[in-house]
Structures are given as structure tokens and as C-alpha cells.
């Protein structure tokens, strides 16, 4: 069975910087792993995600070019670092993996089998 857990999450001001780190445990092969994060009152959304050799990954608009994707499949983890934190950041990241859709789908998170717990992430102004 496959588990994903994230950790790094946490209380940072506008401006910082945090990491997160999500470790796959169980026989875990996904084309692409991702992060999306949830907001109170606010549908899931696609941060980042990076495929399987970590040659390709994307970011949603929002967050491009202050955070940065990483997988190591050896440790099997992936990595979330985000930087110039803004408040508009603050939500419950979620790691995810078992993508089963087409390349054209890598932003909805129904496309996704396997889920973890969530680390919060709150960026004070």
C-alpha cells in the first residue's frame, strides 16, 4: 500500500522561505508526482509537479519562479521549495502521486490516485 507523508509545513512572514518534503513509502511507481494546495473555502489547486526522472516539471502561474520541484527517487521523496512567501500562499499543501491521466491532465487532481495528509502552510503580512 502506498503512503505519502508531508512534513516542512508551517507559520513563516511574507517574504520567507520553507521547504517541504513528501516521503513515499510502498511500491510506488508514478509518472509524475505533484503538489497542490487547498485553501479554507477553496477548491484544490496544481502548485507544481515533476516527473519521474525529475527531467520535466511545471508550476502553476501563481507560484512560477519562487517555487521549486525536486524528486529523488532513491530516497523516494519530493521536495516543494518555496520562496518570497506571500500571504495569498497560505493553505494545506498536499503531496500526490499515481498519476493516471493524459499529459494534458497534469493539473487536476482527480487524476491522481494517492494522497497524503496535508501540511499547513500560513504566511503572515
Known amino acids: 500500500q502506498v503512503q505519502l507523508v508531508e512534513s516542512g509545513g508551517g507559520l513563516v512572514q511574507a517574504g520567507g522561505s520553507l521547504r517541504l518534503s513528501c516521503a513515499a513509502s510502498g511500491r510506488l511507481f508514478s509518472r509524475y508526482m505533484g503538489w497542490f494546495r487547498q485553501a479554507p473555502g477553496k477548491e484544490r489547486e496544481f502548485v507544481a509537479r515533476?516527473?519521474?526522472?525529475?527531467?520535466?516539471?511545471d508550476y502553476a502561474d501563481s507560484v512560477r519562479g519562487r517555487f521549486t520541484i525536486s524528486r529523488d527517487n532513491v530516497k523516494n521523496t519530493v521536495g516543494l521549495q518555496m520562496n518570497s512567501l506571500k500571504p495569498e500562499d497560505t493553505a494545506t499543501y498536499y503531496c500526490a502521486a499515481g498519476f493516471r491521466g493524459r499529459v494534458g491532465e497534469l493539473a487536476s487532481p482527480r487524476e491522481y490516485e494517492y494522497w497524503g495528509q496535508g501540511t499547513q502552510v500560513t504566511v503572515s503580512s
Open positions: 515533476i516527473s519521474w526522472s525529475g527531467g520535466s516539471s
